[in-house]
């Protein structure tokens, strides 16, 4: 994979901040925001972190973070500094950095670190996808009865009147896993698992995701099958894309 100096810098950069993080992990202190999501001190000092960087060598280029917002331009950066802080919050070192650039609303640049787990996924666009500078693809699943399948937490598929379509999957498939937030993309990514249903997120968790979905061979869309997921997501091998959009209501 050809890493262009805009990903080597994206890569440095959320490998950075997310060990940042590692310094309050199993002891970070919880606050709530006025929507009710948790944050810590560890995702206000991450995103600041990198919108220093950002600012420093790119100081034209528009910011969007889930600490302090920004700018909806269709060309910026989108940063997460912690994806899965409730899980961060509880020491499940299934949390990431998540740092993507997009264009005209749609990501160029992705990638995904795991400080705890030691791993970072990253993508261009055309480019491919890699893990810890590794190629990665999907994996060629094609039997339901023995794939995996993540999911997001209960409440959220509830919520939607999914309940019902999450519990069928579980019972014809080998195993669901609740392996949520950028963690369960990952693992399609990764060839791991062979699905992610994600009903409720914001353009931060799922920008980046989406790219390293796709660059490794695999499809990422909305509920309604649309290529850029906004709402929800549903990350798959490809194999499985159009069952998962008709079991979940969507197509």
Partial sequence: MRVSPRLEFAIRVAREAGDLTLRHFGSAQVEYKANSTPATAADREAEAFIREAIRQTFPSEDIYGEEEGGSYSKTRWLIDPIDG??????????????????????????????????????????????LNGEPIRVSKKRDLATSTFCCAGHRSFDRLGLTGSLVALAQECMATRTWCDAYGHALVAMGRVEGMIDPVLEPYDISAMSLIVEEAGGKCTNFGGSAWPKGGAISSNGIFHDELLRRFRCE
Avoid: N
């Avoid at 998540?98 to 160029?108: K, Q, R, T, V």
């Fill in 85 to 130: 802080t409730k899980s961060f919050a509880c020491g499940v070192p299934l949390f990431a950095t998540l740092l993507s650039f997009e264009i005209d609303g749609l990501p160029e640049v992705g990638v995904a670190h795991f400080p705890a787990l030691s791993m970072t996924l990253a993508a261009s666009k055309g480019g491919g996808a890699t």
